[in-house]
C-alpha cells in the first residue's frame, strides 16, 4: 500500500473534494448546477467529451494486448478480471439494486442549463457511474503495478479527470461519480492482492 502513495493521495484528494462538495450543498441537484453554472463551457465540454472515453472498456483491452506483446500474462489477465469484476459489479447496481435511478438531465430542465435542447445524453441507469468505476480501476491496477511516482500521479489525475468529466457533461451526479471511483479503486486493490497471493502460492509451490 505504501508503495502506491503517489496515486492514493491524489486520487483520495478527489473522493474527499467530491465528499466536501456534498457536505457544502446537500442537495446533489443545486451541486450539479453550482458546478455547471461556474464552469461548463463548449470548449470545455469538447475536451471533457474527449477525456471520458478512457473510462470505456476499450482501454482495458489496449492494456491487455500490451501485456501480452511483453509476455506479461498474469498483468494481462489481472484487468481482464478486474473488467469483468468492474462490469458485473456496476450492471448489478445499476439495473438490479438502483433500478433505473434517474440521471441529472432526467430531473434538471433543460432551459436551467447551458446544453443544447436536443443533445443525446442518457437519462437513466446513473447509480455508479461506469466509466468512473472502469478508470478507477484501471488506473488503481496500473499504479499498484508500476511504482514510479510519475507514473502513479498521472494515472491518479486521468481517472480522476474520468470522474469530473461525467459531472461535467451532466450525465451523472456527483453521488455516482464518489461511488464510481470508491468501487473501482477497491475492486482495483482486490485484484491486485489477490493476483499477488496467487503469484506468491505458485512460487512457493515451484520450489518445493
Known sequence: MKHSLYFLIPAGLFVMFCGIFLLLFPDKGE????????????TGAYIMRLITHWGEAY?????MALGVYHKRYMFSLSFAVGGLLTAVFVQVLKRQIFIAAPRPMSVIPYSETFLEMGQRIPLHFAFPSGHTTTA????????????RPA?????????SL???????????????VLAGASLGIGIAMAVYYAFKKWA?????TLSE
Open 200 to 204: 506468491h502460492k505458485k512460487t512457493v
Open 31 to 42: 451541486a450539479q448546477l453550482a458546478i455547471h453554472y461556474a464552469l461548463y463551457n463548449e
Open 151 to 159: 507514473i502513479q500521479v498521472v494515472c491518479a489525475l486521468a481517472a
Open 162 to 176: 474520468v470522474g469530473f468529466s461525467r459531472i461535467y457533461l451532466m450525465v451523472h451526479w456527483i453521488t455516482d
Open 59 to 63: 482501454l482495458i483491452v489496449v492494456i
Open 136 to 147: 478507477f480501476m484501471v488506473f488503481t491496477l496500473l499504479a499498484l503495478n508500476f511504482k
